[in-house]
T-cell receptor, first 111, second 114 residues
Framework: GIQVEQSPPDLILQEGANSTLRCNFSDSVNNLQWFHQNPWGQLINLFYIPSGTKQNGRLSATTVATERYSLLYISSSQTTDSGVYFCAVEDSGAGSYQLTFGKGTKLSVIP | SAVISQKPSRDICQRGTSLTIQCQVDSQVTMMFWYRQQPGQSLTLIATANQGSEATYESGFVIDKFPISRPNLTFSTLTVSNMSPEDSSIYLC???????????FGPGTRLLVL
């Protein structure tokens, strides 16, 4: 099956700093989503981005499908950005709409 | 988008017992999935809940342990049977529509087995 690797596994930031999270995947994809899991366990949709670039406030994401990676940018980080960020992909060859998740990046933003 | 609720939100159970988790969506959806997230881990797909037919299970998950029902396009249940402490996890349902690419997740059910 498709492999999804996220880096870094852990990240500690001072409030106000910027960061880049990376997601590499091993095969072509129909769907790529970024999620934020807050400390209460809720998975929040950030972006649906199988290709191209999108921005939403302080967050933006870019996926280069031909090179099989996606980047999530967080600018001017806030303590509420803390949590785990997951990248999930749907294998275009599987035809099943199932998502395969990476192991996540645990972000801690300190005041 | 879709509004998804799960019941119960959390539970503490004794080993050997079973727990049924409900997933309710506010509108009809094509696809419903069940995931497990073990402590400190990522999400792993358990099965695809098929409306009106048997669920499709992923490798490592079997119907006897995780029976699933999906009687209509807005509701599904997952039962965790004969529980052991290793079943302590967050269980999440997710939904999607063929006309939309994005999948949405419910709030999860936190299960602790003693």
């Amino acid at each position: 099956g498709i492999q999804v690797e996220q880096s870094p596994p852990d990240l500690i930031l001072q409030e106000g700093a910027n960061s880049t999270l990376r997601c590499n995947f091993s095969d072509s994809v129909n769907n790529l989503q970024w999620f934020h899991q807050n400390p209460w366990g809720q998975l929040i949709n950030l972006f649906y981005i199988p290709s191209g670039t999108k921005q939403n406030g302080r967050l933006s994401a870019t996926t280069v499908a031909t090179e099989r990676y996606s980047l999530l940018y967080i600018s001017s980080s806030q303590t509420t950005d803390s949590g785990v960020y997951f990248c999930a992909v749907e294998d275009s060859g599987a035809g099943s709409y199932q998502l395969t998740f990476g192991k996540g990046t645990k972000l801690s933003v300190i005041p | 988008s879709a509004v998804i609720s799960q019941k119960p939100s959390r539970d503490i159970c004794q080993r050997g017992t079973s727990l049924t988790i409900q997933c309710q969506v506010d509108s009809q959806v094509t696809m419903m999935f069940w995931y497990r997230q073990q402590p400190g881990q990522s999400l792993t797909l358990i099965a695809t809940a098929n409306q009106g037919s048997e669920a499709t299970y992923e490798s490592g998950f079997v119907i006897d342990k995780f029976p699933i029902s999906r009687p209509n396009l807005t509701f599904s249940t997952l039962t965790v049977s004969n529980m052991s402490p290793e079943d302590s996890s967050i269980y999440l349902c997710s939904v999607g529509r063929l006309a939309e690419e994005t999948q949405y997740f419910g709030p999860g059910t936190r299960l602790l087995v003693l």
